[in-house]
C-alpha cells in the first residue's frame, strides 16, 4: 500500500463524511470563540479572585446530562394540538404569525420609529427641529424606520390605540398616501422597509446628502437569465444543465463549479423516477418558491463575515411540498471561513424549516423536478440594507 | 475712622475677588460675578479703590476698558471692534504695570470638545500677540482655553454663540504693591 | 507531491459523490438563487433559570432577566414573553420540547441553571437552535462570587451573542465617561464607570476640576484623561482600580489634552497647544519622553491608533476646516481621508481595524458616521443637534456617542447605534453623561 492510497482513503471519508454529516459538525463548538473563558488558568483564577470579585472560571457543563432527544426532530408539522389549545395567534409559525405578539407581549407596539420608542427618558427632541427642516422634503414616501427589511415593503399596521404616537405623528402624514391597505388583523406581514433608514438618512433629518461614495450595491442580475430554462419546447431529459442558468453560475466558487459539472455530466446517465417527471417548472413557480424561501430568510444576526459568505443548501422535498427537515445539508460555500460558512448554513437552514413547515407551493404533477433542490443564499444585496 | 475702617473692607473685598481670580479653574461665569462682587462693594463711595469708577481697578478694567473681544465663527482673527478693545486693554494693562493676565479662549457648543479647547487657545493666542504688539510685556499674559466648557450664555442661536466665542483678559496681580 | 495528491483524491471524491448524488434521480436538483431576504429580531426564549438550591431563585430570576436584556438591546434579537410559553423547562438536563418552542416561533431557546453556595455562584447555559432541533455548541457554566452576578450574567450573554452571530459578544465590558450635573454654564463634571447597560457606576474623581474625554487602556485597568486640576488643561493617568492618579505632561506654558492610547499600553499618544498652534505627540508612559509627530500651523489633535498600531488616524483643519488625515505612527506625510460636505472630527479606529467612526457636522446638525479606512463608503448613522464622540465597543459592531439637547436647558447623555444605523438607544446613566469610552471584553 502507499501512503498515496491511505491519503485518498481517509480523504474520501472525511469529504463523504462531511457531505453527510455536515451539519451534525457543524453544530459542535468549532473554532466558537469559548476560548478566553474556559482557557483559563489556576493562575488567572488565582490572581482574579484576589483583584475582583468577577467571575473566575468556566468549565463545560458534564456533557452526559444533555438532553440528547432524537437526534433530528421529527417533521412535525408545528400546529400541534397543544399548540392550537394554548397559543391560538401564534400556532404558525411562520412570520405573518408575529404581528399578534405585539399584543400578548408587555412591551408596546412597535412604533415607526426605533429612536423614539426607546423612551428616551431625558431628551425627546423638539418637534419644532423638525419641522424647520421639513419644507426641504419632497412629497415621495418617507420610509419609516422599522425593525424588519424585507424585499417588498410592508405598510406599518395602524396600532389599534395607541395614546403615545403624539411623537411619531410628524412624518405619518407621509406614508399616509402609500398602501393603504386594510391590514387584516392576524396575517398582517410585520411592518417593513426596503431598507434601514438610519436616523441619519431620514428625509426631515438630513435633507441634503453629502457627496458619499457610491455604495457597491451590484445591479441586479438580468432576470432573462433566469427566465430562459423555462422555455416549454425544452425536453427534459435534453437539458444537460440542470434548472441554473449559467449567468447566475458565473460568480460561484470553483467547487461549485466542479459539483455542477459533476452533476451534469452523471445526467444522462441516470434512470427513470418513479416520481412524475413532468415538465420544468414555470418562470412563476420558480419565482413563488424563491419568494417564499425569501420571506423567511433573516440575515439580521449574522456576522458581517457571514454577510459575505455565499452558502449553497441542498434539501430534499417530500411530495407535499414541504421539505425533509433531517436532509438539509450545507453543500458548498465561498467567501467566508468555516464559522462565517456555519452561521450562514444556520440561517439558511431556519429560512427553510420556516417556511416550509406549511409545504411550499410547488406543483405535485412535477415533484420530479423539485424533489431536490438547491439553494444558493446569496447575502450580497443584503449586506449594506 | 469709619473712613479707613470702610477702605479696608474695601480693598478685601477686592483682594478677596481677585484672589478668586487668579483661579482660572473657578465654576461659572467668575468674571461676571468678579464684576458684581466689587460693584457691591463700592456701593458707599462715588470713587473707591476697587468700583467701576476707580480707573486702576479691576472692575473699570472690566466695564469701561473691556475685558473680552468676540470671534466670528471657527475664527481666531481679530475684528476691528476686537483690536479696539485690545488697544485700550495695551494701554490700560501699560499704565498699570503691576497687573499679570491670564487670557481665557472659549467657543460656543458648534464644535466638537476637543477642537474647541484648541480653537480656544488659538483665541486667547491672537488677542495676546496684539496686546504684546502694542508693547506689553509677553511675560505678564498667559493663556488657557476652556474650549466649549464655560459658556457664557446658554441658548442654542447664534445670539448666544456670539457673546460665547471670545477672549477674555482676566487680571490678576496688582494691589500687592 | 502529496498536496497534490490530496487535491485530485478531494476532486475524485466529490465527482463520485455528485454522481451518487445525482444518479439517484432523474436528473440534478433544481437550483435556485435567493439573494432577497429579511433583516429582523430573531425570537429567542429564556425561561427563567433553574435554581438549584434553596435561596438561589432570586439570583436566576435577575441572571435570566440580565442575560434577556444584553440580547434584546442589541436590536438583532427579540425576547419572547413567558407568557407565550407552551411547556416550561423542568430542570436543566431536561429535554428539551423543540416543537412546543418551535410553535411559538422560538428560533433560540437559552436554559440555564443558578446554584449558590455561600459566597459561590456557578451559572450554567445551555443554547438551543430550535428549528435544527439540536444544541448549539456545548453548555458552559461559570463559577464566581454572588456579587459578580451580573458579569456572569453577562458572559452568558456573550457566550450566546458569539454563537448565533460569529462576532465576539460586548457584554462583560464597561465605560468610562463623564458625569455631568448642574447648568449648562455652569457643569460640574467628574470620571465615572459603569457598566456597558449603566449599571453600577462609580465615581472615579471629584466635580473640582474639568475632566474631560477619558479613554481607555488596551487592557482596561487604567484610564486617560483630561483635567483642568492645576489649572490648566493637562493630561493625567488613573488607575481605575486603586483610583490613583498623576499628571503626565508638566510643560508649563501650554495645555495637553486628547489623550489616547496605543495599542501597546506604553504610548500615550496626544495634543499640546502652544502659541496659538495645536500639534500631535506621542510620549512614553514611563519616561515621560515625548516625541513630536505633527509640526503644521493649524490645529492637529484628536487622534488615534489603528488596532495594529502602525498608523494614527487624527483632525486637522490644515486644509481650512476640519477633516479627517491618517499618518504613520511615528509621524511623516499624512493623507487625507475625508472629502465629503462638512467638517469631520473625533476620529476613532474600530478595533476590528476596517472602519473609521467620526463625527460629521454639516448644514447645522452633528452625525456620528462610520468610513472605510481609506475615507470610502461613508455613511451617516445619526442626527440630532449636537452628537459627538464616538467610541467602539469591543466587537466593532456598536458605537456608543454623546447627545446634547439644544437651548438653555441643554443636557448631554449616552447614546448608542448599531454601525448598520439601526437600533439608536439611549444607554441609561444617573446624571448628564458625556465622552464615553468603552474597554475591551473583561477578562
Known amino acids: 500500500m502507499h501512503a498515496g492510497h491511505y491519503i485518498s482513503g481517509v480523504g474520501h471519508l472525511a469529504l463523504i463524511g462531511w457531505l453527510l454529516l455536515g451539519d451534525v459538525f457543524a453544530a459542535e463548538p468549532l473554532p466558537i470563540d469559548m476560548t478566553p473563558v474556559s482557557v483559563i488558568s489556576q493562575a488567572e483564577y488565582e490572581a482574579m479572585m484576589a483583584a475582583q470579585t468577577g467571575p473566575q472560571s468556566v468549565t463545560e457543563v458534564a456533557q452526559p446530562a444533555a438532553p440528547q432527544e432524537a437526534p433530528q426532530a421529527p417533521d412535525v408539522s408545528p400546529a400541534t394540538d397543544q399548540a392550537t389549545a394554548q397559543t391560538a395567534p401564534a400556532q404558525s409559525p411562520t412570520p405573518p404569525a408575529e404581528v399578534p405578539p405585539q399584543a400578548a407581549e408587555p412591551a408596546p407596539p412597535q412604533p415607526p420609529r426605533a429612536d423614539v420608542s426607546d423612551t428616551a427618558p431625558v431628551l425627546p427632541e423638539p418637534p419644532s427641529e423638525v419641522a424647520v427642516l421639513v419644507p426641504d422634503v419632497s412629497d415621495r414616501p418617507v420610509p419609516r424606520a422599522s425593525e424588519r427589511v424585507a424585499p417588498e415593503p410592508v405598510a406599518q399596521p395602524e396600532p389599534e390605540a395607541t395614546p403615545d404616537e403624539v411623537a411619531q405623528e410628524a412624518i405619518a402624514p407621509s406614508t399616509e398616501g402609500e398602501a393603504v391597505e386594510e391590514p387584516r388583523e392576524a396575517t398582517a406581514p410585520e411592518a417593513a422597509a426596503t431598507e434601514i433608514v438610519t436616523e441619519a438618512e431620514k428625509p426631515a433629518a438630513a435633507p441634503r446628502q453629502s457627496s458619499r461614495p457610491p455604495s457597491r450595491r451590484p445591479d441586479p442580475l438580468p432576470e432573462t437569465a433566469r427566465v430562459e430554462d423555462t422555455t416549454p419546447a425544452q425536453p427534459t431529459a435534453a437539458a444537460p444543465e440542470p434548472a441554473a442558468a449559467p449567468a447566475a453560475q458565473a460568480d460561484k466558487s470553483a467547487i461549485n463549479d466542479a459539483l455542477a459539472e459533476a452533476l451534469g455530466a452523471a445526467t444522462p446517465s441516470a434512470p427513470a423516477p418513479a416520481a412524475p417527471q413532468g415538465p420544468p417548472l414555470t418562470s412563476g413557480e420558480r419565482e413563488a418558491l424563491r419568494v417564499a424561501v425569501s420571506s423567511c430568510w433573516n440575515v439580521g444576526s449574522l456576522s458581517s463575515e457571514a454577510l459575505r459568505t455565499i452558502v449553497v443548501v441542498s434539501v430534499g422535498m417530500q411530495p407535499d411540498g414541504k421539505p425533509i427537515n433531517a436532509s438539509i445539508r450545507l453543500a458548498s460555500s465561498s467567501g467566508g471561513s468555516e464559522g462565517a460558512a456555519r452561521q450562514a448554513f444556520e440561517a439558511a437552514r431556519r429560512a427553510i424549516i420556516l417556511c416550509g413547515s406549511k409545504g411550499f407551493d410547488l406543483p405535485q404533477e412535477k415533484f420530479g423536478q423539485w424533489q431536490d433542490i438547491e439553494i444558493t443564499f446569496n447575502p450580497e444585496r443584503m449586506r449594506n440594507k | ?177 | 507531491m502529496i498536496q497534490r495528491a490530496l487535491t485530485l483524491c478531494l476532486a475524485m471524491a466529490m465527482a463520485a459523490t455528485g454522481a451518487g448524488f445525482a444518479s439517484a434521480q432523474s436528473q440534478g436538483p433544481l437550483r435556485i438563487e435567493i439573494t432577497e431576504g429579511v433583516i429582523e429580531p430573531l425570537p429567542f426564549a429564556v425561561p427563567q433559570f433553574e435554581a438549584e438550591t434553596a435561596g438561589s431563585a432570586e439570583m436566576a430570576a435577575q441572571i435570566s432577566r440580565v442575560v434577556a436584556a444584553d440580547l434584546s438591546g442589541t436590536g438583532l434579537f427579540r425576547e419572547l414573553p413567558a407568557t407565550a410559553f407552551i411547556s416550561t423547562v423542568g430542570s436543566f438536563g431536561a429535554p428539551v420540547q423543540y416543537a412546543d418552542w418551535k410553535a411559538i416561533n422560538a428560533q433560540a431557546l437559552i436554559t440555564g441553571a443558578v446554584n449558590v453556595q455561600g459566597n459561590t455562584l456557578n451559572v450554567k447555559f445551555r443554547l438551543y437552535d430550535v428549528f435544527a432541533g439540536s444544541e448549539l455548541g456545548s453548555g458552559l457554566q461559570f463559577s464566581g462570587t454572588v456579587d459578580g452576578w451580573r458579569r456572569m450574567a453577562h458572559k452568558v450573554s456573550d457566550a450566546v451573542y458569539s454563537r448565533i452571530t460569529g462576532e465576539g459578544g460586548y457584554f462583560d465590558s464597561r465605560v468610562v465617561f463623564v458625569s455631568e450635573t448642574g447648568p449648562k454654564d455652569a457643569r460640574q463634571k467628574r470620571l465615572a464607570i459603569m457598566d456597558y447597560d449603566g449599571a453600577g457606576v462609580q465615581y472615579l474623581t471629584d466635580s473640582r476640576s474639568i475632566v474631560l474625554a477619558p479613554r481607555f487602556s488596551p487592557s482596561g485597568d487604567r484610564v486617560l484623561y483630561t483635567s483642568y486640576e492645576s489649572g490648566f488643561p493637562r493630561i493625567y493617568l488613573l488607575d481605575v482600580g486603586s483610583v490613583q492618579r498623576r499628571a503626565l505632561d508638566s510643560q508649563d506654558g501650554t495645555m495637553s489634552f486628547a489623550p489616547r492610547f496605543a495599542p501597546n499600553g506604553q504610548t500615550v499618544v496626544y495634543s499640546i497647544s502652544q502659541g496659538g498652534n495645536t500639534d500631535i505627540f506621542a510620549m512614553d508612559v514611563n519616561s515621560q519622553q515625548a516625541v513630536r509627530l505633527t509640526s503644521a500651523p493649524s490645529i492637529e489633535t484628536a487622534p488615534s491608533y489603528s488596532p495594529d498600531g502602525t498608523q494614527i488616524v487624527f483632525e486637522s483643519d490644515r486644509s481650512g476646516s476640519q477633516q479627517l488625515y491618517v499618518m504613520p505612527a511615528s509621524g511623516g506625510e499624512a493623507r487625507r481621508i475625508s472629502f465629503g460636505e462638512g467638517r469631520y472630527g473625533t476620529p476613532v479606529w474600530s478595533p476590528r481595524g476596517d472602519l473609521i467612526a467620526f463625527t460629521k457636522q454639516n448644514n447645522g446638525r452633528f452625525h456620528i458616521g462610520v468610513m472605510r479606512t481609506d475615507g470610502s463608503e461613508e455613511r451617516l448613522l445619526t442626527a440630532s443637534f449636537l452628537d459627538e464622540g464616538p467610541t467602539w465597543a469591543p466587537n466593532g459592531r456598536v458605537i456608543m456617542f454623546t447627545r446634547e439637547t439644544q437651548g438653555a436647558g441643554g443636557q448631554s447623555a449616552l447614546y448608542s447605534v448599531d454601525i448598520s444605523g439601526r437600533n439608536l438607544r439611549p444607554v441609561p446613566t444617573p446624571d448628564g453623561a458625556s465622552d464615553p469610552s468603552w474597554s475591551p471584553l473583561q477578562k
Open chain 2, 1 to 177: 475712622m469709619t473712613m479707613t475702617v470702610t477702605r479696608s473692607v474695601l480693598f478685601l473685598v477686592a483682594g478677596l475677588a481677585l484672589a478668586a481670580c487668579t483661579n482660572p479653574n473657578r465654576f461659572g461665569p467668575g468674571d461676571d460675578a468678579l464684576a458684581g462682587t466689587a460693584g457691591a462693594g463700592a456701593g458707599a463711595g462715588a470713587f473707591a479703590p476697587g468700583s467701576a469708577s476707580d480707573p486702576r481697578s479691576v472692575a473699570y478694567f472690566q466695564q469701561a476698558v473691556g475685558d473680552r473681544v468676540l470671534f466670528p465663527v471657527d475664527q481666531s482673527n481679530l475684528t476691528p471692534e476686537g483690536r479696539a478693545t485690545l488697544d485700550n486693554q495695551a494701554a490700560w494693562l501699560m499704565q498699570n504695570a503691576d497687573f499679570t493676565a491670564i487670557i481665557e479662549g472659549h467657543a460656543d457648543e458648534q464644535g466638537t470638545r476637543e477642537y474647541n479647547i484648541a480653537l480656544g487657545e488659538r483665541r486667547a493666542n491672537s488677542a495676546r500677540e496684539y496686546l504684546v504688539s502694542k508693547g506689553v510685556s509677553g511675560a505678564r499674559l498667559r493663556t488657557i482655553s476652556y474650549g466649549k466648557e464655560r459658556p457664557i450664555e446658554v441658548c442654542s442661536v447664534e445670539a448666544c454663540y456670539a457673546k460665547n466665542r471670545r477672549a477674555v483678559t482676566v487680571l490678576a496681580g496688582g494691589l500687592s504693591s
